[in-house]
């Protein structure tokens, strides 16, 4: 089946800049989509999500921006503080008047996101 | 702020054995999921329940799994055989709507199959 992926399974960032962290999918069915949080040993925790009818949403200190035209997705992280670091991963699915609803959400393999002090 | 709760945390078991996995879900959500994680991987579709039968399921969940919400709270997933390669984070996640941020997961189970 189709899949989401990452391009990096590392990202180390100094504390205080921004991040991006990005991800390209293969589905282009899927019209909604996910960004968690995985912090060691917790379940993923939703950070912020998008439907494909929108380029760009904002969060407090996070942006998603999609790019349908090349499937791509990027969460940007704003002033990046040691509470941030965990692995990031993206996910996708299909909004419910599409077909989806109850369909598992597909994810993507994780950018392990570094603090540096 | 409400919150999907797995028990136990952690399961050693034998192969060959039996495990239930355990989970209450947020009590207004109507959609139910297993995912797994082997350690260091992605996480990873099994099953979705709604309306007390199973919605979908992945080339995963094969024979050897079930699902069941046996009352009104809990919801499981069974591994009626243990593999060595079952070992894995599982994760229990519910939803209102089937999508959106009230999509919640777990904190998991860390299943270990000797």
């Known amino acids: 089946g189709e899949s989401v992926g990452l391009h990096l399974p590392t990202l180390s960032v100094q504390e205080g800049d921004n991040s991006i962290i990005n991800c390209a999918y293969s589905n282009s069915a899927s019209d909604y989509f996910i960004w968690y949080k995985q912090e060691s040993g917790k379940g993923p925790q939703f950070i912020i999500d998008i439907r494909s009818n929108m380029d760009k949403r904002q969060g407090q200190r996070v942006t998603v921006l999609l790019n349908k035209t090349v499937k791509h997705l990027s969460l940007q992280i704003a002033a990046t503080q040691p509470g941030d670091s965990a692995v990031y991963f993206c996910?996708?699915?299909?909004?419910?008047?599409?077909?989806?609803?109850?369909?598992?959400?597909?994810f993507g393999k994780g950018t392990h996101l570094i603090i540096q002090p | 702020e409400p919150e999907v709760t797995q028990t136990p945390s952690h399961q050693v078991t034998q192969m060959g054995q039996e495990v239930i996995l355990r989970c209450v879900p947020i009590s207004n959500h109507l959609y139910f999921y297993w995912y797994r994680q082997i350690l260091g991987q992605k996480v990873e579709f099994l099953v979705s329940f709604y309306n007390n039968e199973i919605s979908e399921k992945s080339e995963i969940f094969d024979d050897q799994f079930s699902v069941e919400r046996p009352d009104g709270s809990n919801f499981t997933l069974k591994i009626r055989s243990t593999k060595l390669e079952d070992s894995a984070m599982y994760f229990c996640?519910?939803?209102?709507?089937?999508w959106g941020n009230g999509y919640t997961f777990g904190s998991g189970t860390r299943l270990t199959v000797v």
């Open positions: 996910a996708e699915n299909l909004l419910p008047d599409s077909g989806g609803g109850a369909d598992g959400l597909t």
């Open positions: 996640a519910s939803s209102e709507a089937g």
